[in-house]
């Protein structure tokens, strides 16, 4: 029971620590991070304590087409990176991207119990909430973007609210359910996390959160004239917050040095690059470098430095091949649909926050790249936990 407990914790704190995998370490040509460092540790305090307790031929019976989906996933990006070079840096994208994520998901499966799950979503809220106070810090030191954005310890304003964008989901279904003392803390937590995803300025992120509280809301069946009035208030105070704003006059004016005409740049060759690597992508980590070969098709790029195409779905066609994006595309049509499944026989706040964040990682998805980092993918794969029986 005590190594139980201790097991328990160490999840609890993994969640809450998963920006530290932007503190690097490295021994020669071995790199890692300090949040790669704790799943490794919870691994082996597991392993040498409670292994012997999973039926591993029940737990495969049991998710056999997730893990099969997900191995598709895994072929992909495999076969992308034996046949593509940059073997190195592919490696490390391998191993931070889809291996610990998928080590952590396992770990999270078999320790802690469905009684349980919701404390992982309240871990990640504390996470956010940590990072919004954190960031607010840069805030008020005016440590910010060229463009005026807030980006705290990131290395973009889009990472910073792609990080706080599913605390916000939580927080919305969790607030509504606790003591007046808990909520009044959760509130005021709450307005920080919005404050500081206000002012990244990451318009996809606002679609994105906005598009999936909508869609539950329909789901719900709680579209109200209320409801429908605060939505329409929302969105003026957004849209006039920002009339004076570089970036949506831009957007406004179809400026053609606008962040969409870049990003329509970096799709149209990222749509070349798919034309000539249609089965197996260019692998992971090759995107710049090839990405700078097609300068040639096209005008003087508005954007040079491009490590990703800033489209999630493109990424996983890149990265992984036709079969790395079949894996993905089918894994999350078997996630709505056991999620629509449960919410129908047995509805929880549960299945609706993990919901909410899978839309808001889909929908963003289709501005930016919301999986392949450290954290975000991580975020992906704790979804799945709502599935758990």
Not at 68 to 81: H, N, R, V
């Given at each position: ?95 931070g ?6 080590i ?16 992982i ?20 030191l ?11 310890f ?7 609210a ?36 206000y ?12 598009g ?16 429908i009035?605060?939505a ?5 105070v ?34 070349k ?29 508005l954007?040079?430095?491009v ?73 992906f ?7 758990k029986?």
């Amino acid at each position: 029971m005590k190594s139980k407990k201790i097991l328990e914790n160490l999840i609890y704190l993994t969640v809450f620590f998963i920006p530290l995998y932007l503190a690097k370490i490295k021994i020669g040509f071995f790199s890692t991070n300090v949040l790669e460092i704790i799943i490794s540790a919870t691994f082996l305090v597991w392993f040498f304590s409670d292994k012997g307790k999973i039926n591993f031929q029940d737990f495969f019976q049991r998710y056999k087409k997730y893990i099969i989906a997900g191995g598709l996933m895994l072929i992909g990006i495999f076969l992308s990176t034996f046949f593509n070079g940059n073997h190195l840096e592919s490696w490390g994208i391998i191993k931070g991207w889809f291996l610990f994520p998928l080590i952590f998901l396992f770990l999270v499966g078999i320790i802690i119990p469905k009684e349980k799950i919701d404390h992982i979503f309240w871990a990640y809220f504390f996470s956010g909430a940590t990072v919004a106070l954190i960031s607010m810090g840069y805030l008020i030191l005016g440590h910010l973007t060229y463009d005026g954005r807030l980006i705290g310890f990131f290395n973009s304003p889009n990472y910073l609210a792609m990080y706080l964008a599913p605390a916000i989901i939580i927080s919305l279904f969790q607030i509504q359910n606790r003591n007046l003392k808990l909520k009044n803390l959760l509130i005021f937590l709450s307005i920080i996390i919005l404050i500081a995803f206000y002012f990244t300025y990451s318009y996809g992120a606002w679609i994105a959160v906005l598009g999936a509280l909508l869609i539950i809301a329909l789901i719900k069946k709680s579209i109200s004239l209320k409801n429908i009035i605060i939505a329409i208030l929302i969105i003026i105070v957004l849209f006039f917050s920002q009339i004076n704003n570089k970036k949506l006059t831009d957007l406004l004016t179809a400026n053609p040095r606008s962040s969409l005409s870049s990003r329509i740049m970096i799709w149209k060759a990222s749509g070349k690059m798919i034309e000539n690597n249609f089965w197996i992508g260019i692998g992971p980590g090759n995107f710049q470098n090839t990405y700078l070969k097609y300068q040639k098709f096209y005008p003087p790029y508005l954007e040079w430095a491009v490590p990703h195409p800033n489209n999630l779905y493109l990424t996983f066609w890149l990265y992984s091949g036709i079969s790395g994006l079949i894996g993905f595309l089918v894994l999350t049509f078997f996630w709505f649909k056991k999620i629509f499944e449960k919410i129908k026989t047995e509805p929880s706040e549960i299945l609706f926050m993990a919901l909410g964040i899978m839309l808001v990682i889909l929908i963003h998805g289709i501005f930016d790249t919301t999986y392949f980092k450290n954290d975000l993918a991580i975020v992906f794969w704790l979804n799945f936990l709502a599935l758990k029986k």
